[in-house]
């Protein structure tokens, strides 16, 4: 993970899990699998998030599923196949590493990434990362401050930044 402090208390808020979102419009089943979702020749701004997958007890949450679809660098989904769009599994520890681009900015909604985790015997969480400091954010109707990326910064050519995910009993 790099220089990512993923412990449990680095990002999440345990005990309380993460506020669940729309998945608005653009969500497909049947992503690849892929950790990476760079498309080759992408002149974008590189971006990694990576964190954990938790219980609301703080306990990592091995094999879970996070799918994440997104804008491309154009602010446009990709409806007719898989670009900007995949899904992993979180690690024994509960870490996930999501490589992509900065997603665009289109009308009507702030920068975001969509995601949905699931695992065994927790709640389904369908919910939108968001970006600090974006000026769009305040307009935003559904924009939760609770879902900001944490430890934003540049390193290289790539902005990182973390985010834990705390899963409900289900």
């Known amino acids: 993970m790099g220089r990512f402090d993923t412990t449990?208390?680095?990002t999440a808020d345990v005990g309380q899990p993460t506020p669940t979102l729309s998945e608005g419009p653009y969500f497909k089943p049947g992503s690849p699998e892929e950790s990476s979702l760079v498309e080759n020749g992408s002149g974008a701004q590189r971006l990694l998030i990576a964190g954990r997958v938790l219980t609301t007890g703080g306990q990592a949450i091995s094999?879970?599923?996070?799918d994440f679809w997104q804008a491309d660098e154009?602010?446009?989904?990709d409806n007719g196949g898989c670009r900007y769009r995949?899904?992993?599994f979180s690690q024994q520890d509960g870490t996930y590493r999501l490589e992509t681009v900065l997603p665009r900015v289109y009308t009507g909604r702030t920068r975001h990434i969509h995601v949905?985790?699931?695992?065994?015997?927790?709640r389904e969480l369908t919910t939108q990362l968001y970006f600090p400091g974006e000026p769009g954010n305040a307009g935003d109707r559904i924009f939760n401050e609770r879902l900001?990326?944490?430890n934003l910064q540049q390193s290289g050519n790539t902005l990182e930044g973390s985010f834990d995910f705390v899963l409900a009993p289900g």
Do not use: D, R
């Not at 094999?63 to 996070?66: D, N, P, V, Y």
């Not at 154009?74 to 989904?77: A, D, E, F, P």
């Not at 949905?116 to 927790?122: C, F, I, R, Y």
């Open 116 to 122: 949905k985790v699931s695992a065994n015997g927790m």
């Open 148 to 150: 900001l990326l944490t």
């Open 63 to 66: 094999g879970a599923k996070l």
């Open 86 to 88: 995949g899904h992993q």
């Open 74 to 77: 154009n602010g446009v989904y």
């Open 8 to 10: 449990p208390e680095a």
